[in-house]
DNA sequence: CAGAGGTCGACTGTTTACAGTCGCCGTGTT
DNA sequence: AACACGGCGACTGTAAACAGTCGACCTCTG
């Protein structure tokens, strides 16, 4: 049946949906370092792909903040300074904080809860894990918690942003990236949106940001 | 010299550029309906350009969230319901708190005053224009807002965002949309960031929020 | 009449080709 | 030696062509 590739997952993906996921990874990786200027027929090539299918690649790319345009059009892999990366992460509380608070205001969240420690346990497996299998737990997680909410724009502006807060666990280095991920804070957050407190669930995540940020431009 | 032409805005933008901005107005204006099918070689025609430069526009529109993908990559133009306009304007509320917040802690602030009393004054100055009019200084109110923050993560999440509240107030009535936009509540913002209080800025944002969804879905 | 199969038309996905522009570098001039 | 100039190569902007897919409608068959 259809729905069974759709459920594994398999559905064939288009070029371009493969090249961005592939650039994604390239750039969050440091395969393609920052400030590196982005040759259209170079990639195409790379990729296997026509500049055409390319080009469209790089423009989801450029809105999600991965590359930058300089002079005539020229794209460059974007290069994050600490201000930047406070910025991202001033942001990227401030949606967070908006999940958190809509999460406290569900009648029913038993459900939410029940997802949210699946999703802390999930980070629980990884901890002995390679440092990309930690972040990505933890992205995992607040993804899940912006999902949850119900709210299709702040998922789609968080996801948006999700590739700026790669770069910029990236670019500050893996281990330091993972050194704000413990359990502990996590089960704090839930355990705030669990009592329904809004101003302390948003106060915790706040905390939670402003740390990460802080040991990221240590 | 070159400069001129950029400082009067004449450089010659590209074909792409001229066309998103065409389609973004087609849409806000609903000459493009919600719910519209767009086709490619249609449009490509109607805007007299090529179909790969469109595609890259559309791409770009696509993560605006003006136009959502249906089944095998038919896009057509996004309907809002009641509650994806609530949510729009809950994360564009969270946004612009946190502008609010972030302007409140600059150390000197008279700059900042003086930027949006102007902006203000445009508004004022439009109160008899045309629905249109209004809601554009009311839009440039908010952008420069978010702008003078000086977090370019936080403008380009607004900006990303500024199509979908273009969407909610034309699907509510422009109307509608424009009698959220009194001077005063603006000028209220502008004091509350005036005295350095963050949570009283948040809070006039959020009030203000809070009402113009109220009226735009009443 | 119902249903299987087959053709046609409408689109999107993808590739290839062409045009324009800017920087670089060698050459010739003063 | 310094500088103006002109050809060359590298890229991006844009257009046009090709290929595959899915639904609609029509037809043939039982």
Known sequence: MAATAALLGLEKKSLREQALAALR???TSGALE???????????EMLQISRGTLREALRQLQQEGLVSAGARGRLSVRHLDAKEIRDIYSVRAALESLAA??????PDRQHVIG???????AMEASTHGT????????LDFHRTMCRLTGNETLLHSWESLEGSIRMSIMFAGL????????????NDIVAAIETGDASLARNTIREHMDSAAAVLVA
């Open 25 to 27: 990874t390239a750039i």
């Open 34 to 44: 920052p400030g590196r200027h982005m040759v259209e027929t170079e990639l195409s």
């Open 101 to 106: 608070r809509t999460l406290c205001e569900l």
């Open 115 to 121: 997802s949210l420690r699946a999703a802390i346990q």
């Open 131 to 138: 440092l990309e299998e930690r972040v990505e737990s933890d």
């Open 175 to 186: 281990e330091k990236g993972v050194r704000n991920m413990s359990v502990d804070r996590h």
